[in-house]
């Protein structure tokens, strides 16, 4: 299985994520995903950070939990998250507004 923006992952028939954003960081590919229903017809609101390791030609995908990182990458994958994380405040303020 290989990963690329706006290709579907399949971890099992009912496990089908989206890749919705994709970075490099420190020589290695991470990629943002939201799920998908088992008949790629809609996305469910539930989303994953992963790390991508190719192996003997093989990509493999291993969850993404290090807040270091996170901090790092989720800038890269999602850009207007980096203003945000820039400007909490002001961003809370705006949405408070609503």
């Known amino acids: 299985m290989k990963s690329g923006l ?23 590919k991470y990629n943002y995903l939201i799920k998908v229903t088992p008949d790629e017809t809609d996305f469910i609101e539930e989303f994953m950070t992963v790390k991508c390791i190719t192996n003997n030609g093989e990509e493999y995908f291993d969850q993404v939990t290090d807040q270091a990182i996170l901090k790092e990458i989720l800038p890269q994958l999602i850009p207007d998250l980096a203003e945000l994380l820039q400007n909490p405040k002001e961003a809370l303020e705006e949405l408070n507004k609503y």
Do not use: A, L, P, S
Not at 6 to 28: A, H, P, Q, S
């Open 6 to 28: 706006y290709t579907i992952i399949e971890f099992d028939e009912n496990d089908k994520w989206f890749v919705i954003g994709e970075t490099v960081y420190n020589n290695e």
